[in-house]
């Protein structure tokens, strides 16, 4: 990937406030006012809970099966420190 498509990115992002430009051309997350964050936090409630009600109406008896096989591998991974395979069920999953 070139500069500018991350360059041009960088100041849409900028435009919507999403990130500050600074003089030395470093890039920085503006902070989040409190009213700012627990609307975040309450749009992320609302799409997330759907998106949850949407896929479980739609996973399949077999997808079922995988995550629930998923989810005993991460509970004997624990136990035993395997890092690896506690992120890449988690991935999966």
């Not at 964050?37 to 749009?43: N, Q, R, V």
């Not at 077999?62 to 890449?88: F, K, N, T, Y």
């Amino acid at each position: 990937m070139s500069m500018m498509p991350v360059r041009e990115a960088l100041r849409l992002l900028a435009a919507e406030r999403a990130l500050t430009m600074c003089p030395n051309r470093s890039v920085t997350v503006p902070r989040l006012s409190r009213a700012e964050t627990l609307s975040i936090s309450a749009t992320r409630q609302m799409l997330e809970g759907h998106a949850a009600a949407v896929a479980a109406s739609l996973i399949t008896d077999a997808e079922v099966e995988r995550l629930a096989a998923l989810q005993a591998e991460l509970a004997a991974a624990r136990p035993r420190g395997d890092s690896r395979r506690i992120l890449a069920a988690k991935e999966e999953f």
